[in-house]
């Protein structure tokens, strides 16, 4: 193989560099989530049949319509699915096996993905009552939220 074609020229080259140089503002919808997480608070958006979508969204995914009316949910909720991984993947902010679960947190409709904060699989179940556990120092980033531990018992007895 030579540096030249068929026609003997060389062949014709443009250097190109692929870049992004824009960077997006989080907007009304997404910047209020995070900084929910900030603040240690969760939070969705109201749709207009009045159903709460959390992670909140800024239009509909049925009607398209706009959302702007961002609600404060509770930082508990319920496992209605979940997953055991084992080992952790590449990449996931959890170094030892873990859950992940969509926690249907009280006053949304729609569940979260997020960890479940056990040592084993025999610790979670669908069903199961779990709350957010927060970090420390919060950013506002969804690592804030270091994951979902199980309700104490003591705490539903109470309640």
Known sequence: MTD????????LRADLVIEYPF??????????FLTGLREAVLV??????GTVM???VEYDPVTSEPLSEVVEVSST????????????????PWDTPHGLA??????A??????????????????????????????VGHITD????????????EGS
């Open 102 to 107: 969509l926690v249907l947190l009280d006053g």
């Open 4 to 11: 030249q074609d068929v026609t003997g020229l060389p062949p």
């Open 44 to 49: 969705g958006i109201r749709r207009a049949d």
């Open 145 to 156: 939220l270091v994951g979902f531990a199980p309700v104490a018992r003591d705490t539903l």
């Open 77 to 92: 909720g319920t496992i209605v699915s979940w997953t055991w991984v084992d080992p952790p993947r590449p990449g996931s």
């Open 54 to 56: 959390v992670p909140p």
């Open 109 to 138: 409709d729609t569940p979260l993905l997020h960890g479940v904060l056990v040592d084993s699989p025999d610790q979670v179940a669908t069903g199961l009552r779990v709350e957010a556990v927060w970090k420390s120092e919060r």
């Open 23 to 32: 960077i997006r503002t989080t907007g009304p919808v997404v910047g209020a």
